[in-house]
């Protein structure tokens, strides 16, 4: 199993700021992901982190609103840009190696 | 387009009672499904997968490609399997979600 660490925990952001969520996972994986939930909705796929390379996004999601980096196999971060009102919500790192998928505790951000 | 619906947004039952929490997909090809569980206060996680055919905590769910279900039961249920159940699609190496249902056992 993989332990998937994420930072902040939670945060209130101003409109028009950017904020910066880390995620730390215990082990090497080939997989990480980005999803969103916002209030009472489901998770949404937000995009894959690739290792080296670009991220690949789902649709409506963006590189200039969400980039996205992966330096190596156990890291990633995902930057919320510009954030407005309906940016608030929980955003959670997962990780996967073996087909199972595990997640972090999530980041809970708040825009005022 | 591949989908994953579950109807029911909350369940409530004694316990003791059956459970069935209702899941439906949309997907051309061969699925692969899973239900994740989160308990109050903690992380997501797998309660089991319907390529493993296994029964965790008293759950199992079938894949019915038939009726494009896979609905989550238990024939009795406790209270501490109180919680958010999420129905989930393999789409390509991530996973599609449901949008919930919450499950509530009361004494």
């Known amino acids: 199993s993989a332990v998937i660490s994420q930072k902040p925990s939670r945060d209130i952001c101003q409109r028009g700021t950017s904020l910066t969520i880390q995620c730390q996972v215990d082990?090497?994986?080939?997989?990480m992901f980005w999803y969103r939930q916002q209030p009472g909705q489901s998770l949404t796929l937000i995009a894959t982190?690739?290792?080296?390379?670009?991220?690949?996004?789902e649709s409506g999601f963006v590189i200039d609103k969400f980039p996205i980096s992966r330096p190596n196999l156990t890291f990633s971060t995902l930057t919320v840009s510009n954030m407005s009102p309906e940016d608030s919500s929980i955003y959670l790192c997962?990780?996967?190696?073996?087909?199972?998928?595990?997640f972090g505790e999530g980041s809970r951000l708040t825009v005022l | 387009a591949q989908r994953v619906t579950q109807p029911e947004k909350l369940l409530s039952v004694f316990k003791g009672a059956p459970v069935e929490l209702k899941c439906n997909y949309s997907?051309?090809?061969?699925?692969?499904l899973f239900w994740y569980v989160q308990y109050s206060r903690q992380r997501l996680q797998l309660l089991l997968r319907?390529?493993s055919r296994e029964s965790i905590k008293g759950f199992t769910a079938d894949l019915n490609k038939g009726e494009t279900s896979f609905h989550l039961k238990k024939p009795f249920a406790q209270e501490e399997d109180s919680a958010m159940y999420y129905c989930a699609l393999k789409r390509g190496t991530a996973l599609i979600f449901g949008k919930g249902t919450t499950l509530s056992v009361s004494s």
């Open positions: 997962s990780a996967s190696d073996t087909g199972e998928l595990f």
């Open positions: 982190a690739n290792q080296g390379s670009e991220a690949t996004y």
């Open positions: 997907y051309s090809g061969s699925p692969e």
């Open positions: 319907h390529i």
């Open positions: 082990s090497q994986v080939t997989m």
